[in-house]
């Protein structure tokens, strides 16, 4: 079952598809024998007794940072979306918060497109090697997780693994959700936990081996009693784990078949996140307190020194709301189609927002999606003349991507072009209130570089000018000004200010 030093474990995709709704992680590429499943075990071990000699006491919240590859192949196509990725982080955190281990994004690479990569990473070894973060927990999020080569005859269907030798987690893409828990059970690996099911994971119990249980299982590993007598040494070595014989033979979330080699029937915990029990309820997942205690020190050993001192405490402010669109909205029309300005309100604790528009309302036609830093609005260059386009926003930030996307807004490009010359002697400019208040004032102020001047210009939205608000003199850094907008009727005008080299644009809207 060991092949080119990645331990992948093949299972029957038959089996795999009827478990839909509440699926546990399926079938992970950490298998059984072989050199590099003895290396897991020799760290585990190692965990343990370091566990021994320096019980843990008292943990403050360890943050692990996270390198997220986002691989589509080479044509750019398959790649998981942001918010995938954005929900995956939100719930493995949730995963992890009772043990105080807490993830962030360091690094989202969301520009990799490789076939090799994608879909048989046995044969893309020195690419990732090169594209690796030696300061984070990279997670590589693929079409096809395939570590080592299949030989003919294999079936099925690799979920996710982890591999020892070059310290990484693939998982792949349909198993990037909130519903899954693939991610956490493969970070267990990485955090040296072996199966519930060590020793039976590619020849779980069936009758055809007997009741009583071989006092070694298929896989040369001692068979873990029921009474735990031989816990230290039999099985994953956890002694608050029970004993599993499984593997990925048992469809459901009560395994009560099996009898230990004293003739006891076993009595496995089917909701411990590194068993591979189907169909148990999402949320009642969980790690033992012991193998708690050994991804503690698995994390505080020599060998994870890179993250411990790479570390940062992300921004942790929580982020309570939703973004609010603010322009274009309710069906306005662009002043053109080349170049569309996006504006949301500002969200506490939002270091990012995940902006996605298209012409479907679904966002499942051909969306276009874009990481905001900083900033609370974004100029779009790419989108079609006379279409119907949808938006929306998601605020986050490196630790905090719970939060939903905005409400969907909704506007209408025409067949107009824009200039997309900008002024360069100006750094920022506003204009206020928007709405117009009832006099039809508007506030302008700027900052500028150096002094120029310009012209005002109010546009409505079939492009038509309908009123020059005349050339002023924009001074060197701050300055304000107050154009007359009176008797306008109610709609979206774009206030236009001209410079021999450039011009710039804002939205105005006259309420009703």
């Given at each position: 079952m060991l092949r080119a030093g990645i331990l992948l474990l093949f299972s029957l995709w038959a089996v795999l598809s009827v478990q839909a709704q509440h699926r546990h992680h399926g079938y992970c590429g950490n298998g059984e024998g072989g050199e590099w499943d003895a290396m897991l075990t020799e760290r585990l071990l190692r965990n343990k007794q370091a566990l021994e000699d320096q019980p843990v006491q008292f943990r403050s919240t360890i943050y692990v940072p996270l390198r997220i590859h986002m691989v589509a192949n080479s044509s750019g196509f398959g790649r998981v979306t942001h918010a995938q990725v954005l929900d995956q982080l939100c719930k493995l955190n949730e995963d992890f918060a009772d043990m105080d281990v807490q993830f962030y994004i360091k690094g989202l690479n969301d520009n990799i497109n490789n076939n090799g990569i994608y879909t048989t990473q046995y044969s893309a070894g020195l690419v990732m090697n090169n594209l690796r973060d030696a300061t984070a927990l990279n997670i590589w999020i693929v079409d096809v997780a395939a570590g080592s080569q299949p030989s003919p005859g294999d079936l099925g269907v690799t979920l996710g693994y982890y591999s020892p030798t070059r310290d990484w987690v693939v998982i792949r893409r349909d198993e990037v959700n909130s519903s899954s828990v693939t991610l956490s059970h493969e970070i267990g690996h990485f955090f040296s936990l072996k199966h519930t099911h060590n020793g039976w994971d590619s020849t779980p119990w069936s009758p055809t081996i007997g009741n009583p249980a071989p006092v070694n299982s298929p896989g040369g590993v001692p068979t873990e009693r029921q009474d735990g007598s031989n816990c230290n040494t039999a099985g994953d070595y956890i002694c608050d784990?029970?004993?599993?014989?499984?593997?990925?033979?048992?469809?459901?979330?009560?395994?009560?078949?099996?009898?230990?080699?004293?003739?006891?029937?076993?009595?496995?915990?089917?909701?411990?996140?590194?068993?591979?029990?189907?169909?148990?309820?999402?949320?009642?997942?969980?790690?033992?307190?012991?193998?708690?205690?050994?991804?503690?020190?698995?994390?505080?050993?020599t060998a994870r020194n890179y993250l411990r001192t790479s570390a940062v405490t992300p921004n942790l402010t929580q982020i309570t709301s939703a973004a609010t669109p603010v322009s274009p909205i309710n069906n306005d029309f662009t002043p053109g189609y080349n170049i569309v300005n996006f504006q949301?309100?500002?969200?506490?604790?939002?270091?990012?927002?995940?902006?996605?528009?298209?012409?479907?309302?679904?966002?499942?036609?051909?969306?276009?999606?874009?990481?905001?830093?900083?900033?609370?609005?974004h100029t779009m260059t790419t989108l079609l003349a006379n279409r119907t386009y949808y938006w929306r926003v998601r605020p986050y930030n490196a630790y905090r991507t719970c939060a939903p996307f905005s409400a969907t807004a909704q506007f209408r490009t025409n067949n107009m072009t824009v200039s997309a010359d900008n002024i360069e002697e100006l750094n920022q400019w506003s204009v206020f209130p928007n709405p117009l208040a009832e006099d039809g004032r508007i506030q302008v102020q700027l900052q500028a570089a150096q002094g120029f001047e310009g012209r005002f210009l109010l546009y409505d939205v079939a492009g038509r000018m309908v009123r020059s608000m005349g050339s002023h003199r924009i001074s060197g850094g701050y300055t304000q000004l107050e154009l007359d907008a009176g008797g306008l009727l109610p709609g979206v005008y774009t206030l236009t200010l001209e410079h021999e080299n450039g011009r710039e644009l804002r939205r105005i809207t006259v309420a009703k």
């Open positions: 784990t029970p004993p599993d014989y499984n593997g990925f033979g048992f469809n459901g979330c009560n395994y009560n078949i099996a009898q230990d080699p004293t003739g006891a029937f076993i009595n496995p915990d089917e909701q411990l996140f590194m068993s591979y029990f189907l169909n148990c309820v999402r949320n009642d997942y969980y790690f033992s307190p012991t193998q708690q205690n050994l991804m503690i020190a698995d994390y505080n050993s949301w309100a500002a969200v506490t604790g939002a270091d990012f927002y995940l902006l996605e528009t298209d012409v479907s309302a679904a966002f499942n036609s051909n969306p276009t999606r874009v990481v905001v830093s900083g900033a609370t609005s």
